[in-house]
Nanobody, 123 residues
C-alpha cells in the first residue's frame, strides 16, 4: 500500500525554524517526484517546494525562496522540508505528496497524499 506520512509540525515563534519529514511506505521515494504543499484557512492549497526524481531539480514558491530547503534521504526513504526564518503567513497545514511524474508543482499533478501536519507561526 502506497502511503506518505508527514511529521514535525507544531507551534513556532516568528523567526524560528522547524523541519518537516515525509516518510514513504509501499514505494521508493527516490523514484518519485515529491512535493510539499500547504493550505491556510480560507485559501487554496499551494505548492511550496517540489523535487524531481531524476535530475534533482527543485522548485520553490517565491515566498519561501531562501528560507525553505527540500532534501531527500534515500536511505531512510524520507524527504524533508527545512523551514527557517518563519513568518506568521507561513501558518498552514503542510502536506507531502508523491507522483511518478509531475510536470508542475501543483496539487493536481500529485497522486499520493499524506494527512498533513499543522505548522503555526505565532508569538
Amino acid at each position: 500500500q502506497v502511503q506518505v506520512v508527514e511529521s514535525g509540525g507544531g507551534l513556532v515563534q516568528p523567526g524560528g525554524s522547524v523541519r518537516l519529514s515525509c516518510a514513504a511506505s509501499g514505494f521508493t521515494l527516490d523514484a518519485y517526484h515529491i512535493g510539499w504543499f500547504r493550505q491556510a484557512p480560507g485559501k487554496e492549497r499551494e505548492g511550496v517546494s517540489c523535487t524531481s526524481s531524476s535530475d534533482g531539480v527543485t522548485y520553490y514558491v517565491d515566498s519561501v525562496k531562501g528560507r525553505f530547503t527540500i532534501s531527500r534521504d534515500n536511505a531512510k526513504n524520507t524527504v524533508y522540508l527545512q523551514m527557517s526564518s518563519l513568518k506568521p503567513e507561513d501558518t498552514a497545514v503542510y502536506y507531502c505528496a508523491a507522483a511518478p511524474l509531475a510536470l508542475q508543482c501543483v496539487p493536481s499533478h500529485y497522486f499520493y497524499w499524506g494527512q498533513g501536519t499543522q505548522v503555526t507561526v505565532s508569538s
